[in-house]
């Protein structure tokens, strides 16, 4: 990661182009220089506050400062969506909807008119640059830049598909990298809101209790737990249109006229009473295996349509490679279904296909597209966040009286962790610069002994804090991965961002047994030196130890908080838990005991 | 029944509002529903106070912090499981009920406060206010719910906590600025009431603009809704084109 830079380092000439994501959940900035993506940070990871959707001033002031630049600098600011034609759908739903829509309209319109409208008025008062420097996109052109744009393919086809956009909630199409400017996203077709697969599938995680743009993983998880029992009724919900896209019947839901439930009585009717959220799911009851037959039904649905779409784009394109964005593209289980069943050899996701991605996707957009500059290859890792300071750690620490070791020698310290989780201590692991998007991929991770079920129940227990069904995920050296894994051809690339669902080999789903879902199946990340070469080194005197180089690899937080950042946010996550050992760079701590007297 | 912990003494106006605080967590419904809010409140206040344990700058401060944020993620936890279990014996029941919210108002979640870029003093300041009116209304709340064992025994241990918290922020306070930690205290009671205020004023601009939008609502929008309505009839489902000219021009909002 570089270090903060000098202004003078900046070629006066190159393009500056920071794109910005907000308003709607995971509110991010990220900033480009001469095309090249310098930085990139979700505003949670540094208000501390989960999903902060808040316009990302921490997000902006932090690349900013990190590229040694002042707004003034800047070419262009780009947001991820056209704020005009978002109110244009919210108002438009609230007059289809008249009168049953009157409770939600004025706080509709309180939210739009109070702050969400005037986004180029919010930019320009807050970094004071000209309006005729704010851009924006489109909300799926920027989901699908940031999939086309950072990916290692020349022509790909693009499916991006979420909750909602502007109007779009899916779209298809497809790109094209030119050196000499003459890159192009297009995407001709879409299908547009109330119709949407996250919406259909926001539904199901509302039904089940979780919390709707936040917890649809869990809904996945719990997918494994079920049999798709449910899915004639599921199918009720959703139909095939004669074209090959997909139509929602409306009746079944609510999301689109008032917005303060998701799903209809009508709903209610067909699954059952829907589960409370402050509810345990206990999957030995009737109720708790009713929900994850729900949980597996949707999934089952939901995969069908999506490869249904991908097989239709493939044979429309002709194109080998594929990428996907969009919040849905974070499911993993129909992502690993689209490379196995649409006929694409290669799919493409990036770390953060979501929301905050956009903030780096409409910035690429802008450069590559709108000013037609040059393509360029982008670094193919995720982390563009803040970087730790090992001696940030080392000094708190010291203060309360831990054990600290300053390891200069990386072999010493590499040794010492693999001994520890060797031994079955839990480690966290902080190295170089936060990851953008919501998977830990060996930056901000929790590690731990992937084996044996012992270790994932004491980790949900004890260091999660969260629902027994939870599955862990794997991290494993890519050339290792085979060995454990049934890894299809071209899923190594899906691996590399944890962005697909594989089975583990039967003969080591016991040895597995933390990261082996109970459908045998697991999320794995497999990693390559050149990506994160500390980790890779980890894995690699692992498995010298253990025979098996797999570790768990879960993300640094606790159940509600986001990711950690700095060093001091992993050292007060590793003082609430039961985390052995903390290391942040070159720094390791290990864990007193002891209480501060309450008298 | 008789809880065996330190007493903490309500103030005069709790005292007041103890009848009215009786008749709220009378229901049932509504009692879930405020343990559950109470659960979010303290939640919410541990990770603020957890944030000030990681940009505090005083080591014993941040181990306190620490103690002190830890307490409140348990109470955000107890709270929920108590309203859980609330809950399931309510679970047939649908009646809507008044929730008297901020009759009954919850914890002290410092969500008002930017834990980043406030004092060691005026945290300190902040949270002993905060505390000791807490332990004030939540005496209250114990006493109204000794008809409900669980729940009152909920309260008595949080209590038990808020004590702690109320004397350790005070002493640290005294600690730290031993010759302004009074004027320190006044200060947050001002910056209190400025934002007791101000909360009043946005919650009251909020009703009226809810009424003046819900007026408009009914008065000029039914030509526009049957417009929208007759065009959502016109609209087809499946594959929409997109429109050609959509990404000429970044510099369009629409």
């Known amino acids: ?118 986004v180029r008025g919010t930019i320009s008062s807050y970094l004071g640059v000209p309006s005729r420097k704010i851009l924006f996109t489109r909300h799926h052109q920027s989901h699908a830049a940031a999939a086309f744009l950072a990916a290692p393919t020349d022509r790909a086809a693009i499916l991006t598909t979420d909750g909602v956009g502007e109007w779009a909630t899916l779209t298809v199409g497809h790109g094209t990298r030119g050196t000499n400017g003459g890159t192009t996203i297009t995407l001709p077709r879409e299908v547009r809101f109330p119709h949407s697969l996250g919406m259909l599938y926001s539904a199901f995680t509302a ?62 009717d067909l699954f059952g009473l829907p589960r409370l959220a402050y509810e345990p799911i206990d999957l030995s009851s009737a109720d708790g295996q009713r929900f994850a037959d729900c949980a597996a039904s949707v999934q089952c649905v939901l995969e069908d349509t999506l490869v249904t779409l991908a097989r239709s784009l493939h044979e429309e394109t002709g194109l080998s490679d594929l990428c996907l964005g969009g919040g849905v593209a974070l499911n993993g289980l129909a992502n690993a279904r689209i490379l196995a069943e649409s006929g694409f050899t290669r799919v493409f996701v990036p770390p953060a296909p979501g929301d905050a991605g956009c903030a780096l996707g409409a910035a690429l957009y802008a450069d590559r597209i709108h000013f037609g500059s040059p393509d360029r290859d982008i670094p193919d890792h995720p982390f563009w966040g803040p970087s730790v300071d090992g001696m940030e750690l080392a000094r708190i620490a010291s203060e309360d009286g831990h054990a600290v070791d300053r390891c200069e020698d990386e072999d010493v310290l590499i040794g010492q962790t693999a001994d520890d989780l060797a031994a079955g201590r839990v480690v966290g692991w902080m190295d170089g610069a936060l990851e953008l998007g919501p998977r830990a991929l060996g930056h901000r991770s929790i590690l731990a002994s992937a084996a044996g079920t012992e270790m ?41 961002f944890m962005s697909a669902v594989f089975r583990v080999r039967p003969e080591w789903r016991a040895a597995l047994g933390a990261i082996t879902h109970v459908d045998g199946t697991t999320r794995l990340q497999a990693l390559d030196r050149e990506m994160s070469p500390r980790l890779y080194a980890l894995l690699q005197a692992y498995g010298q130890r253990t025979g098996v180089p797999v570790l768990l690899n879960t993300s640094f937080n606790l159940s509600g908080e986001p990711i950690v950042n700095r060093a001091v946010e992993g050292y007060s996550t590793f003082l609430r838990c039961g985390i052995d050992v903390l290391v942040a760079g070159q720094t390791r701590v290990t864990k007193k005991t002891s209480e501060v007297s309450r008298e | 029944m008789q809880s065996t912990r330190p007493l903490v003494r309500p103030t005069g106006f709790d005292r007041m509002l103890a009848p009215l605080h009786r008749w709220i967590w009378r229901d049932h419904e509504r009692r879930v529903h405020k343990l559950m809010r109470f659960g979010e409140t303290e939640t919410d206040g541990g990770r603020d106070i957890l944030r000030a344990a990681e940009v505090t700058s005083d080591p014993l401060l941040r181990r306190l912090y620490l103690v002190h944020a830890i307490d409140e993620l348990r109470h955000g936890a107890m709270f929920r499981q108590r309203a859980a279990s609330l809950l399931q014996a309510l679970r047939s029941s649908s009646k809507p009920v008044f929730r008297a919210d901020w009759l009954a108002p919850g914890g002290h979640g410092a969500d008002d406060l930017e834990v980043d870029g406030e004092s060691d003093h005026s945290m300190l300041a902040f949270l002993h206010l905060s505390e ?46 031993p010759q302004h930690h009074r004027r320190h205290i006044w200060r947050a ?20 603009g809810t009424l003046l939008m819900t007026v408009q609502y009914f008065v000029l929008m039914p030509p526009f809704a049957w417009l929208a309505k007759r065009g959502a009839r016109r609209e087809c489902q499946g594959w929409t084109a997109a429109d050609p000219d959509a990404g000429d021009s970044l510099t369009r909002q629409y």
């Open chain 1, 1 to 118: 990661m570089q270090a903060i830079r000098s202004r003078d380092s900046i070629d006066a000439g190159s393009m500056k182009i920071l794109g910005i994501s907000a308003h709607y959940h995971d509110s991010a900035a990220a900033l480009i220089i001469d095309g090249m993506p310098v930085c990139a940070v979700q505003e949670e990871r540094l208000s501390r506050r989960k999903n902060d959707a808040a316009f990302p001033l921490l997000a902006i002031e932090w690349c900013l400062q990190h590229a040694g630049l002042e707004p003034d600098d800047l070419d262009a600011v780009v947001f991820y969506e056209r704020p005009m034609l978002k109110f244009d759908r919210i108002l438009t739903c609230a007059l289809r909807a008249f009168p049953r829509s009157w409770q939600t309209f004025p706080e509709a319109m309180k939210s739009s008119l109070g702050e969400k409208v005037w």
């Open chain 1, 207 to 268: 039904y089940l209790g979780f919390a709707i743009n936040e917890d649809e993983y869990k809904v996945m998880g719990l997918a494994g737990y079920g049999r798709p029992t449910v899915v004639d009724k599921v199918r009720r919900l959703i139909r095939q249109t004669a074209d090959g896209a997909f139509a929602l019947d409306l009746d079944y839901f609510e999301f689109h006229s008032t917005a303060r439930r998701s799903y209809s009585s009508r709903f209610v």
């Open chain 1, 456 to 496: 994932r129940d004491r980790l949900n227990r004890e260091v999660k804090f969260r629902d027994e069904f939870r599955p862990f995920a794997p991290v494993v050296p890519i050339e290792a991965a085979d060995r454990y894994f049934e890894i299809p051809a071209g899923g190594a690339r899906l691996a590399r």
């Open chain 2, 132 to 177: 000791k009116a807490a332990a004030s209304r939540f005496t209250v709340y114990r006493d109204v719910l000794r008809d409900d064992p669980p729940t009152y025994a909920v309260f008595d241990e949080i209590l038990h906590d808020e004590t702690f918290h109320m004397n350790y922020t005070l002493t640290q306070l005294a600690r730290i600025s």
């Open chain 2, 189 to 208: 009671r001002c910056g209190r009431l400025w934002k007791a205020y101000l909360r009043v004023a946005s919650a009251l601009a909020g009703v009226i």
